[in-house]
């Protein structure tokens, strides 16, 4: 793993690692699409991700104390500050699919985390797209939010309510955009990038097992475990991949044009909802998901 690691890094900032990083981020991309339709309403949003987290400790902490390297010094300051970030981002989550449908909800959060990813980029990277990759950008952010003004046209719910969940959707995709930029910065600062991974799926997991094991002994209603169990087993292998993609594809190529590509989720997931779920998509969400998908080709391209 150690010679992995050397070679990712030697290939960092070449285009050699800059296809590599696009492939990444569009795999990263579908896993996260298959991981969000896991969440989609059977289940306690904190259950669900308590039993996420709970089998990426267990999975993680393996690597982490006996496969990569400790962490220095710095790396482990830069895991506490990604503890902190990723909690308040999980907790924003739960509290947003609790107030308003997943279909309303998702959309606002990756339309928005892309827009700030790419400004934050600009800010501490150095960063810059060009005019056409900012064109691209306005088409997939834009889509993705006029897929949630769509989607919130079908909602029956109190309009306060519906208020409230938006409200922690946008602080969700902002958040998005801060942890998307931090975890950058730290696995650029960790000198073999899978130190950094495996240390990081196995610190910021622990927080969620425990405050879902609170809610689940408190609440009038527990369901059974089983499934739930299962359920956050397959999502942690998917969150690997999802999460674990997305970071490295920002260790080797731009943090704006990975984090733009990967919400191209959106389109995978209408698919999946398409083809597997048997969900209608209709000729303007249709015509939404291909001005999401031109807006991620238009920022490869022009770059």
Known sequence: MNELGAWLVSISGTPEGARLATALALISALAHAIFGAMQKGRYDPWLTRGAIDAWLCVLSAPVALFVVPWPDLTTGLILVGAIIVHFAYKVTIALAYERAAYTVVYPVIRGTGPLVT?????????????????????????????????????????????????????????????????????????????????????????????LATWRYRRAQYQPVLGPLVWRGFVGAIIAWISFGGVLMATRLDKVGEAAVLRETSVVFAALIGWFIMGEKVGPRRLILICLVALGAVIVEVGG
Not at 140 to 165: C, F, M, Q, Y
């Open 118 to 210: 790419v400004i934050a980029a600009a800010l501490f990277f150095g960063e810059y797209f060009t005019v056409m990759q900012w064109t691209g950008v306005a088409c997939l952010s834009g889509g993705i939010l006029l897929l949630a003004v769509r989607n919130i046209s079908e909602e029956v719910i109190d309009p306060r309510t519906l208020k409230l969940g938006l409200l922690w959707a946008l602080v969700g995709g902002i958040l998005v955009a801060i942890y998307t930029t931090y975890d950058a910065y730290g696995i650029r600062q960790t000198p073999n990038p899978f130190t950094f991974l495996a240390w990081f799926f196995f610190v910021t997991a622990i927080d969620f097992p425990l």
